[in-house]
């Protein structure tokens, strides 16, 4: 059996792997990497032999961890690590998986209210737990305003109610965390990946943020932003903040993955509106809420239409995919969650 992974500004690590069953009774690992002294590379197979089928990413790379550190001199390990050589055995035996191995629905625009859009995001990785749905890939589209708060922002401390009032912008508190999305009708793109967490098996939360998102940056790049991440979940240019990323890992192995990126906000309005302090603002950088997010409009020239569809063009091209939209009964279930949770002030106040 052969598995493989790309470290995200790395080499590609591939293993060959035959078990009895039970264990793992051979192991070959080879790749574009770089391995000083080359001669590790034999402790790095050994170091997998005799493991049972079922071990975990993190005590495979402990095992080959430890080998290497046992070495008489120092191992150098360019272009991978040990992690990387454990996920390869863990999609070599089925207990991972990578892109090519899933089909997604792809659920284009829909103009939905914006609270309906965070109750899918409870109600599609249901779905996809249940085998209603294979993994998806979403894009939110919204015709009223709203300010969405993550799951342990304080509403006091985040919100100028006078400022929302006056603007008629309601308060939604959605599942993940992070920080708040300022969404009136066409001034952001905000998309919601729903996938197996086997996808991101033997990834740490940060690197996981990177990788379900790395086929965004590319996206961005054909469309002429030059993107980077900014750890732990948001994604920069050298003009300033794009967008930021939450996400959410439910216990029956799916992941929610969203993010939320600036097209055209009216960042005087956004600053009545949020309590945008200080010492935020610095830690990115930045002195006024005005010049905190910079717009994709002004970076592309491109309409937000144009944007999303080469979104979805860019990741159709990329992975297997197949067209969808939301059922009858998941915006049945939906509006319930509206009328049960998402829509009461228990729920938006539970932070105060």
């Given at each position: 059996m052969r598995g493989e992974y790309k470290v995200r500004g790395g080499k590609l690590v591939s293993v060959d792997v035959e078990t009895d069953?039970?264990?793992?009774t051979s192991a070959r690992v080879f790749g574009d990497f770089f391995l000083e002294p080359d001669d590790a590379l034999e402790d790095i197979d050994a170091a997998l032999v005799g493991h049972a089928v079922d071990t975990s990413a993190a005590d495979l790379t402990a095992a080959i961890t430890e080998r290497l550190d046992a070495q008489p001199g120092p191992v150098r390990l360019i272009g991978f690590d040990a992690r990387a050589v454990a996920v390869a055995v863990r999609r070599a035996l089925g207990r991972a998986t990578g892109w090519e191995d899933l089909t997604f629905d792809v659920i284009p625009p829909v103009v939905l209210p914006p609270v309906m859009?965070?109750?899918?995001?409870?109600?599609?990785p249901r779905e996809m737990a249940s085998g209603?749905?294979?993994?998806?890939?979403?894009?939110?589209?919204?015709?009223?305003?709203?300010v969405v708060i993550g799951s342990f922002q304080s509403v006091r401390n985040e919100i100028d109610a006078d400022g929302a009032e006056r603007h008629g912008i309601g308060v939604v508190r959605r599942i993940t965390g992070g920080g708040a999305m300022f969404m009136e009708a066409g001034n952001c793109i905000t998309y919601s990946l729903v996938v197996p967490a086997s996808l991101v098996e033997g990834l740490s939360f940060e690197e996981s943020y990177a990788y379900l998102d790395d086929w965004v940056m590319g996206a961005l790049a054909e469309i002429g932003v030059r993107a980077r991440y900014v750890p732990l979940n948001d994604i920069a240019s050298d003009q300033?903040?794009?967008g930021g990323a939450a996400q959410r890992r439910f216990a029956?192995?799916?992941?929610?993955h969203h993010v939320t990126m600036a097209y055209d906000i009216d960042a005087v309005?956004?600053?009545e509106v949020l309590r945008i302090g200080k010492?935020?603002?610095?830690d990115k950088g930045t002195r006024s809420a005005a010049k905190r997010v910079d717009p994709m409009r002004s970076q592309t020239g491109m309409s937000r239409e144009a944007i999303i569809e080469a979104f979805l063009d860019h990741f159709r091209g990329r992975y297997a995919t197949q067209d969808s939209t939301y059922t009858e009964a998941e915006l049945a279930a939906a509006?319930?969650?509206?009328?049960?949770?998402?829509g009461t002030p228990e729920w938006t106040g539970r932070v105060p």
């Open positions: 069953g039970e264990v793992i859009h965070v109750a899918l995001d409870e109600v599609l209603a749905r294979p993994p998806l890939l979403r894009i939110w589209d919204w015709d009223s305003p709203l300033g903040k794009i029956d192995g799916v992941v929610l309005k956004m600053g010492e935020k603002l610095s509006r319930e969650l509206v009328e049960t949770k998402f």
